[in-house]
């Protein structure tokens, strides 16, 4: 099994900054190949934000690109995603998730972290 705790999410102005952290744990952590953030925002379906494989390839929402960066620690199984520049539109529940060699979609998820920017 494979536990991802997250952290860092928070209230912040329009224009803000904030950098969640997501870490793995578990005896099937060596199964992992992508980590990455998604989010669900009220009233609307979950969706991918940023994720990155085991060798660094990142894929971006169009909607965050410019904005957030993403990036990974495979010693620490760990993997970050720092936002700038942050619209209210960006509020939402942001979830850990990580998907096994081999899988199309994630196995693992996190707890969700909340980000909430105020205009």
């Known amino acids: 099994q494979v536990q991802l705790v997250e952290s860092g999410g928070g209230l912040v102005q329009a224009g803000g900054s904030l950098r969640l952290s997501c870490a793995a744990s578990g005896r099937s952590i060596f199964s992992i190949n992508t980590m990455g953030w998604y989010r669900q925002a009220p009233g609307k379906q979950r969706e991918l934000v940023a994720d990155?494989?085991?060798?660094?390839?990142?894929n971006y929402a169009d909607s965050v690109k410019g904005r957030f960066t993403i990036s990974r620690d495979n010693a620490k199984v760990t993997v970050y995603l720092q936002m700038s520049s942050l619209k209210p539109e960006d509020t939402a529940v942001y979830y850990c998730?990580?998907?096994?060699?081999?899988?199309?979609?994630?196995?693992?998820w996190g707890q969700g972290t909340q980000v909430a920017v105020s205009s």
């Open positions: 990155i494989t085991s060798v660094g390839n990142i």
């Open positions: 998730a990580a998907t096994a060699w081999f899988k199309s979609e994630p196995g693992y």
